[in-house]
C-alpha cells in the first residue's frame, strides 16, 4: 500500500501539484477546447484555476474528469482512490466516512466515481487474441441471509465473467439466467475471435459461436484436463469470482441490481491491473486517475 502520510493525501497544494503533473506533465491544456494557450490565474480567489487565452474558459484540473464539481478536497480523492486501488476486497463507505472525516452519503458517491474510473473505456480491446486463452465462467450474486430483511426474499442476480488468462478481466450482468441468448452476444462482443474459449460444460457455452476454438471440461469427473494446445481448464475464473464474492460479503455485504455494473468494473480492474502483472498499488492508483478522464458521473444516476 503507498505510503498514506504523503503529502499529497494530507496537502491540498501538494494533492493539486501531483494531479496537474500526473494529468499535464508540463504541457496543461484546456479541457474545452484543447488549446495549450493557457495560464495559472492569480489571487487566493482563483487558487488552482486556470485560464484559456482561446476560448476564455476558466478550469481546474478537476475539470473534465470524474472528480469535477467536489466539494471534497483533492487530497481526500486521492487518499481514497489509493484505499480502493489497494485493497483486494475493497473498502466500505463506511471506512472511508470515517478515515476522510466526511459524510458517510458523500463517501458512498465518491466510492461510485472511482468505480467510475475503474471501468474499460469504451474503445477498450477485446481480451484474447491468437494463441491466448479466455476461461468463461458464470456466477450468481444474492444477498448473504443475515443481511435479507425479515420476511423478504431477493433473487440472484447472474454474472459472466471472462478472464484473459494470465491478463484482463471482464464480467457483465446478465438478463435473467445464463442462457445462449444472453452469454452468446456478450462472448462475441468482448472476445477476440482469435481466441480459444474454455468453459465448463453448460450447454449454453455450445452456440455457434465465431471463436478459433472451443474446449470444455466436465467438472463433474475432473478439474482440468490436457486440450488440443493448451491444459483446459477455469480455474483462473473461478478463482477470481471467489475474491469477489468475499469481497461483496465480507466488505459491502450486497449492492442493489442498478449498482452490481460499478462493483463489477472495481474487482475487474484490480484482477486485470494485479501485483502478478508487474502493477504497483501506486500504478493502479495512476491508472485510475487516468481513467477518470472524460467521464462524468451525478449523483443522480447513481440513484437510477
Known sequence: MADLTSPMFTNEDAAVAHMEKD???????CPH????????????????????????????VRTGTVFARSHIP???????????????????AHQLHRMLGITYKSAWFMSHRIREAMAPAADAPRLGGAGKVVEADEMFL??????????TYRTAHAVLTLHERGGRVRS???????????????????????STLHTDGAQ???ANLVIADHESVNHDKQYSRKGRKHKVHTNSAEGYISVFKRGMIGTYQH???QHLHRYLAEFDFRQSNRT????????RAALILKGAEGKRLTYRQTAH
Open 23 to 29: 494529468r499535464w506533465g508540463d504541457a496543461p491544456f
Open 142 to 151: 444474492a444477498k448473504s441471509r443475515k443481511t435479507r430483511s425479515k420476511g
Open 172 to 194: 457483465v450482468p446478465l438478463e435473467g439466467n445464463p442462457s445462449r441468448d444472453n452469454i452468446a452476444p456478450e462472448l462475441h462482443a468482448h472476445i477476440d475471435p482469435a
Open 255 to 257: 449492492c442493489e441490481e
Open 276 to 283: 502478478a502483472l508487474g502493477v504497483t498499488d501506486a500504478k
Open 74 to 92: 483533492l487530497h481526500k480523492w486521492l487518499l481514497a482512490t489509493h484505499l480502493m486501488a489497494s485493497s483486494k476486497k475493497g473498502i466500505s
Open 33 to 60: 477546447c484543447g488549446s495549450l494557450n493557457v495560464h495559472k490565474m492569480a489571487g487566493e480567489t482563483q487558487a488552482g484555476m486556470w485560464l484559456c487565452n482561446d476560448c476564455r474558459d476558466k478550469f481546474t
Open 204 to 206: 449454453f457455452y455450445k
